[in-house]
């Protein structure tokens, strides 16, 4: 059960999560080399120089972006912004040359350190979890199919209110998160709750863009993983639900075909069931 007491979730808070969760993560301190600072900043600042020019960009339109600019460091909205506008883009970049299963965004909701069971699990949830129950199989294997034993699978995703624990309040820690490692035949097989589509806060200054524009601020229903195993790249990717709303408007567009499920009933009877396999391509 969620505390009767529990605030209700803003766009300031997961916002804040966020900004504070990634200053926590390794690649968080990254530096970059003077040369690709030059070039790309200076590229960057090209491009939007040629868009000041192209459309003829106002003193108050300059001072509405200023405005709105100051706003999202407040709001701790820079991890949402760059994981909704930007990552899909590096995802596409940093995975062209990969043969095996496609990857997509991490965005901004991935905590590591989920609990661990081997081959079969059901995910931490409330007793009173809704939604539809699901049950999410398949097997790891190399490129050339053969299964790959103790892989890592970490399955994290939103609940049936598109709320991710952590990162709202009233929802216990590792809520719908966790981790398996394959058998011997690669196999691992979650029991979860199927997750519902996620609308990016509307409440702060990302949402104040949405609408600003008149854009809709949803995702589409969705799985995050990490597969990795010695020896093998890993992969950060998603799964989404094959006719599901906003499949094919993804705010992030994260979707790749390659990346839909189409679960069918369960043969135990209750909620749905899904087989999805990985291929991992070899380490770089
Ligand atoms: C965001 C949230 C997600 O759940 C996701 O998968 C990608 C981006 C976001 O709010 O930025
Ligand atoms: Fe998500």
């Given at each position: 059960?969620?505390?009767?007491?529990?605030?209700k979730?803003?766009?300031?808070?997961?916002?804040?999560?966020?900004?504070?969760?990634?200053?926590?993560?390794e690649r968080?301190g990254?530096?970059?080399?003077?040369?690709?600072?030059?070039?790309?900043?200076?590229?960057?600042?090209?491009?939007?120089?040629?868009v000041?020019?192209?459309?003829?960009?106002?003193?108050?339109?300059?001072?509405?972006?200023?405005?709105?600019?100051i706003?999202?460091?407040e709001?701790?909205?820079?991890p949402?912004?760059l994981?909704?506008?930007?990552?899909?883009?590096?995802?596409?970049?940093?995975?062209t040359?990969r043969q095996?299963t496609?990857?997509?965004i991490?965005g901004?909701?991935?905590?590591p350190?989920?609990p661990e069971?081997?081959?079969?699990?059901?995910l931490p949830m409330?007793d009173?979890?809704?939604g539809?129950?699901?049950?999410?199989?398949g097997?790891?294997?190399?490129?050339?199919?053969s299964?790959?034993?103790?892989?890592t699978?970490?399955?994290w995703?939103?609940?049936d209110?598109?709320?991710?624990?952590?990162?709202?309040?009233?929802?216990?820690?590792?809520?719908?998160?966790?981790?398996?490692?394959?058998?011997?035949?690669?196999?691992?097989?979650?029991?979860?709750?199927?997750?519902a589509?996620?609308q990016?806060?509307?409440?702060g200054?990302?949402?104040a863009?949405?609408?600003?524009?008149?854009w809709?601020?949803?995702?589409?229903?969705?799985l995050?993983?990490?597969v990795s195993?010695?020896?093998?790249?890993?992969?950060t990717?998603?799964?989404?639900?094959?006719?599901?709303?906003?499949?094919?408007?993804?705010?992030?567009?994260?979707v790749?075909?390659?990346?839909?499920l189409?679960?069918?009933p369960?043969?135990?009877?209750t909620?749905e069931?899904?087989?999805y396999?990985?291929a991992?391509?070899?380490?770089?």
């Amino acid at each position: 059960m969620s505390a009767p007491t529990a605030p209700k979730p803003t766009a300031a808070g997961s916002g804040r999560s966020a900004t504070e969760r990634f200053a926590r993560k390794e690649r968080a301190g990254a530096t970059v080399d003077q040369a690709r600072v030059d070039t790309l900043a200076t590229a960057a600042l090209t491009a939007l120089h040629q868009v000041i020019r192209e459309h003829g960009v106002t003193y108050a339109e300059y001072d509405a972006l200023k405005a709105w600019l100051i706003r999202v460091g407040e709001d701790g909205e820079w991890p949402l912004f760059l994981d909704v506008w930007v990552e899909h883009v590096v995802e596409e970049v940093a995975n062209t040359d990969r043969q095996g299963t496609k990857g997509s965004i991490e965005g901004p909701y991935y905590i590591p350190g989920a609990p661990e069971f081997r081959t079969e699990a059901t995910l931490p949830m409330r007793d009173d979890e809704k939604g539809t129950p699901f049950v999410f199989q398949g097997t790891v294997t190399d490129l050339d199919g053969s299964p790959v034993e103790d892989a890592t699978v970490e399955l994290w995703h939103a609940d049936d209110d598109g709320y991710y624990s952590q990162f709202a309040p009233g929802i216990p820690e590792w809520n719908l998160r966790g981790t398996i490692l394959t058998g011997p035949d690669g196999r691992f097989a979650f029991s979860t709750m199927k997750p519902a589509p996620y609308q990016i806060p509307t409440d702060g200054s990302c949402g104040a863009l949405v609408a600003a524009a008149g854009w809709h601020p949803w995702r589409p229903a969705h799985l995050h993983l990490k597969v990795s195993a010695p020896g093998r790249a890993p992969i950060t990717t998603q799964l989404y639900f094959e006719g599901g709303e906003w499949v094919e408007n993804d705010v992030a567009q994260a979707v790749k075909p390659e990346l839909i499920l189409r679960p069918t009933p369960a043969a135990s009877g209750t909620g749905e069931e899904v087989t999805y396999d990985f291929a991992l391509d070899p380490a770089q």
